[in-house]
């Protein structure tokens, strides 16, 4: 490497005396002035830093070579970030001690010339050292910043494998308790009044959605539900039967459904899976615009584009909140109060599982889920389904 302004033998020898001269001038000013904590375990560190910043400064005068600088720089970094001074602080102390060399050099008896010459190679050799130094700085909290993000992750990942074997666990032993009170419910009602019929009809339908709910918690744990027998089917008679099905309740809400469904779209999964899904996406719609007063909206669309099968599904709802959105397809995180948070990681699962993806785009006009799957003929083409059975 070559030093930008170059000096003759004399202005070096020159140079190198002045700073010789006033090295403890220097140290002792940067001391003073330089903001340095006093709980900060490398405290003693500092000074003898400071003294090798200087001494480092002489050498980068005689030989311009940046082997010194980094293995400097490397060190100090390094303890400014387990001291946890924050990159700002850390450049002002740098750019204090060339402030304090500017200072004394200016109160030198030599001419303006030399000290404008001095000062280019001072600021030469600063520029040098904060480009390393913040290098290094910010590479070691970048490692810090992953390390954690790593830790988090795999904390985050044991802790939903728990999770998912708790809510297995619980789930098997609420099923099996219902099935019993579904049975006994079913030779009560034939025993029944005419008049309780509709008491009845709510108990089943209360026990359905707990039922629904388990389901659920059985996805979420991979323990039933993902591996069921595929096939090719028509998903767009699925998306018609699903909305057939819900009629019931957007009529009761009042919420205006439009499709534009594409007809003979077949895909390769499971026909019940998919029900979950657009069963999951749809309440949320329904939940999200019954508290609403202006006019409620969903909208359905379903086309093929790009050997791709696209299921858009919208409403014109509140906007999901930016910190959500992000994680809005993790388990346990829910838009509602009272939400459970599985539907959606569930839909994510199924999705996935069918070779396809899910988004979700959120604005103040409208919230709208799109999905993409491959598509295939009633043929298997261009998918290969046998490959796909075996998965």
């Given at each position: 490497m070559k030093m930008k302004i170059e000096l003759t033998n004399n202005e070096t020898k020159q140079l190198i005396d002045l700073f010789d001269r006033y090295h403890d001038t220097i140290l002792s000013e940067w001391l003073k002035l330089a903001s340095i904590s006093e709980d900060d375990p490398y405290r003693d560190e500092v000074t003898i830093n400071g003294g090798h910043t200087i001494r480092l400064i002489v050498a980068y005068i005689r030989d311009p070579e940046t082997d010194l600088i980094v293995q400097l720089t490397k060190k100090v970094a390094r303890e400014r970030v387990e001291a946890n001074v924050g990159i700002g602080e850390f450049i002002s102390n740098i750019n204090l001690g060339r402030s304090i060399i500017y200072r004394v050099f200016s109160k030198m008896d030599i001419s303006e010339s030399y000290q404008m010459k001095y000062l280019l190679v001072v600021n030469d050799f600063f520029d040098l050292y904060m480009f390393h130094a913040i290098t290094e700085y910010t590479n070691v909290k970048d490692s810090i910043i992953q390390n954690k993000n790593l830790f988090i992750q795999e904390m985050h990942s044991d802790r939903l494998s728990i999770l998912g074997q708790i809510a297995a666990s619980f789930a098997h032993e609420f099923r099996n308790p219902l099935t019993s009170i579904k049975g006994f419910i079913q030779m009560i009602e034939k025993e029944a009044k005419p008049g309780t019929r509709t008491y009845f009809n709510i108990i089943k339908q209360e026990l359905e959605n707990l039922e629904g709910k388990i389901t659920q918690f059985l996805y979420l744990s991979k323990m039933k539900g993902l591996d069921d027998e595929s096939e090719i089917f028509p998903i767009d008679k699925v998306v018609r039967r699903m909305l057939e099905f819900l009629y019931p309740r957007f009529l009761d809400e009042n919420i205006n459904v439009y499709h534009e469904l594409e007809k003979d779209l077949h895909m390769f999964g499971v026909e019940e899976q998919m029900k979950q899904v657009l069963l999951n996406i749809l309440n949320n719609a329904v939940e999200e615009l019954s508290n609403m007063d202006d006019d409620r909206m969903v909208n359905v669309k379903l086309y093929e584009l790009d050997g791709l099968i696209h299921l858009n599904i919208s409403n014109n709802g509140p906007i999901?909140?930016?910190?959500?959105?992000?994680?809005?397809?993790?388990?346990?995180?829910?838009?509602?109060?009272?939400?459970?948070?599985?539907?959606?990681?569930?839909?994510?699962?199924?999705?996935?599982?069918?070779?396809?993806?899910?988004q979700v785009h959120s604005t103040i006009e409208e919230t709208t889920f799109l999905m993409t799957f491959p598509v295939v003929t009633k043929k298997g083409d261009p998918y290969d389904n046998d490959s796909l059975q075996r998965q």
């Open positions: 999901i909140p930016a910190h959500l959105l992000e994680d809005i397809f993790e388990p346990f995180i829910s838009t509602k109060q009272l939400g459970t948070g599985l539907g959606l990681s569930v839909c994510k699962q199924i999705v996935e599982k069918h070779k396809g993806s899910i």
